[in-house]
């Protein structure tokens, strides 16, 4: 499955961005998938994801801020995010597992999010 994100972009703090994730070769039924991003000279860390039983989670710095989403029928995953800060300047990247797969396998090429203060 290959994975296109797009929605980056810069905005002031405070401000809101929708992401976009839409895949490919195959449907993302069954699949785990989520968000991740790296910042500037830091680890990728886990920012959100829905299991493929229907399980939500988050990271506690998004959490009340970012919201995943995934319209089946577009097969695409989205994640809005909303009172955004300067700390969640990062590249996010949309990530798939294979049908009830417990390992991220299949990556998008990311895309930037600056937040100005």
């Known amino acids: 499955v290959q994975l296109q994100a797009s929605g980056g972009g810069l905005v002031q703090a405070g401000g809101s961005l929708r992401l976009s994730c839409a895949a490919s070769?195959?449907?993302?039924?069954?699949?785990?998938v989520g968000w991740f991003r790296q910042a500037p000279g830091k680890d990728r860390e886990f920012v959100t994801q829905?299991?493929?039983?229907?399980?939500?989670s988050y990271a506690d710095s998004v959490k009340g801020r970012f919201t995943i989403s995934v319209d089946n029928a577009k097969n695409t995953v989205y994640l809005q995010m909303n009172m955004l800060k300067p700390e969640d300047t990062a590249v996010y990247y949309c990530?798939?597992?294979?049908?009830?797969?417990?390992?991220?396998?299949?990556w998008g090429q990311g895309t930037q999010v600056t937040v100005s203060s």
């Open positions: 829905v299991t493929w039983s229907g399980g939500i």
């Open positions: 070769g195959r449907t993302f039924g069954w699949s785990t």
């Open positions: 990530s798939a597992t294979n049908p009830r797969g417990r390992e991220y396998k299949y």
